[in-house]
């Protein structure tokens, strides 16, 4: 079966300070890789989507960047924290399967900004 | 373009007494349509999917959602609401004229959200 994890859980770091958020996937190959934040407990706003390794694309111009060293790992990062990078990050993954692409969700991670 | 609406953002519901969660959405072809929940500080998890068929989808958890396409809606119900049920629940869309067309971006799109309280 597949699985999702992401790590850490939470985290705070001070504004300015980098980032990096790690997501992996077991149990499955080539799937597609999803990085999503969400607001003060509500809705999804798709950060960044790879359907390979090195294949980034980014759906919102901001502060984070994302990389797929790995087939199976997709990590998000920042240079530099903003307040407003402060949410709850999602890691997904789907397998396109008749263009359907039932995506499953990480536990998530939790960043605070100080 | 693909767009879904959950035009409540909170629905209160006594336990025992059914539920519903609005959702309706908008697309060009023929749409995939998804509910997912979210519990506090969790990830999202997969409900149930309307890809074709019957009309009546059933999902995890005692959960169902009616398909509507004069409606263009995507309620989802459940008969007897659980305290447990009390959580985040996400309606998504994938446009099958996009999933064909477009193999770059392959995500869903999805609602704001509707918070679901169950009152004991």
């Known amino acids: 079966s597949q699985t999702i994890h992401q790590w850490p859980a939470t985290l705070v770091q001070p504004v300015g300070s980098p980032l990096s958020l790690e997501c992996t996937v077991e149990g499955t190959s080539n799937p597609n890789l999803y990085w999503y934040r969400q607001a003060a407990g509500r809705g999804l706003q798709l950060l960044f989507y790879s359907i390979g390794i090195d294949q980034i694309s980014s759906e919102v111009p901001q502060n984070l960047s994302a990389s797929r060293p790995q087939d199976r790992q997709f990590i998000l990062s920042s240079k530099k924290l903003l307040l407003s990078d402060s949410g709850f990050y999602l890691c997904?993954?789907?397998?396109?399967?008749?263009?359907?692409?039932?995506?499953?969700f990480g536990p998530g991670t939790r960043l605070t900004v100080l | 373009a693909q767009s879904v609406a959950q035009p409540e953002d909170q629905v209160n519901v006594a336990e025992g007494n059914p539920l519903t969660v609005k959702c309706t959405y908008s697309v060009s072809g023929n749409p995939y349509l998804f509910w997912y929940v979210q519990y506090p500080n969790r990830g999202l998890q997969f409900l149930l999917k309307?890809?074709?068929?019957?009309?009546l989808v059933k999902g995890s958890y005692g959960f169902e959602a009616e398909f509507n396409k004069s409606q263009t809606s995507f309620h989802l119900k459940k008969p007897s609401a659980l305290v447990s049920d009390s959580a985040l629940y996400f309606c998504?869309?994938?446009?099958?004229?996009?999933?064909?067309?477009?193999?770059?971006?392959?995500?869903?799109?999805f609602g704001s959200g509707t918070r679901l309280q169950v009152q004991p």
């Open positions: 309307y890809i074709t068929g019957d009309n």
């Open positions: 997904a993954w789907s397998v396109t399967s008749g263009g359907i692409n039932e995506q499953f």
């Open positions: 998504a869309v994938r446009d099958s004229l996009r999933a064909s067309m477009d193999t770059g971006r392959r995500a869903l799109t």
